[in-house]
């Protein structure tokens, strides 16, 4: 499995951003995409995950109402859309995959990172 994710940039708060993760090497029936964060001096946050079949969707409470995950089953991507960004949400940003039933996430992308200007 390899997960390229990309978009990231400089943006300044308020501002909206749009990650983008291609991932390859097999088919991702019954698992689940995720992004996950980490700043500088900061734990890894995991922000959002979506299921590959269903599309269910779960949040962190700090990104709730500004970010949405997405994913195109037929092209095998997944999109975190960012709006109204702030400041704290600067960080490296990074998808991961792992199998349905899973406990944790196996497959890393190498990470984007997002700057968010005050």
């Known amino acids: 499995v390899q997960l390229q994710a990309s978009g990231g940039g400089l943006v300044q708060a308020g501002e909206s951003r749009r990650l983008s993760c291609a991932a390859s090497?097999?088919?991702?029936?019954?698992?689940?995409m995720g992004w996950f964060r980490q700043a500088p001096g900061k734990e890894r946050e995991e922000v959002a995950s979506i299921t590959w079949n269903w599309g269910t969707t779960n949040y962190a409470a700090s990104v709730k109402g500004r970010f949405t995950i997405s994913r195109e089953t037929a092209n095998n991507m997944v999109f975190l859309q960012m709006n109204s960004l702030k400041p704290e949400d600067t960080a490296v940003y990074y998808c991961?995959?792992?199998?349905?039933?899973?406990?944790?996430?196996?497959?890393w992308g190498q990470g984007t990172q997002v700057t968010v200007s005050s």
């Open positions: 090497g097999r088919t991702f029936t019954n698992w689940s």
């Open positions: 991961a995959a792992k199998r349905g039933g899973a406990r944790q996430y196996a497959y």
